[in-house]
């Protein structure tokens, strides 16, 4: 299992959290963000037990998806719906996002 799983799981519990606020304006962008944010430590676990191309796309996926949760949280700041995420989440996210572009390359 790659050392940045118990960082994803920590992001999807920061994003649960974010959504009952967000849900409160706007039902549809909070369960966007549920949705993106469980499935990176889904594909990062997938992901670890598959071979070859199949690894490479549950990594890509668990990107995609960690990159639509930074696109959430934008969103919802700039329309209000929520404060700007904290450092903390955003370091989180950053550490996700560039292990999972090293290991896509």
Known sequence: ML????????????AARAAELIARKDPDLARQ????????????AEGSRARGRNRNARYSDALG???????????AAVVNYMPEPSDEVRQRLARIIGTLVNLTR
């Open 65 to 75: 998806s960690a990159l639509e949760t930074r696109a959430c949280y934008d969103v």
């Open 33 to 44: 963000l549920r949705r993106a944010s469980v499935s990176v430590p889904l594909n990062i």
């Open 3 to 14: 050392r940045i799983y118990p960082v994803a799981l920590q992001l999807a519990a920061d």
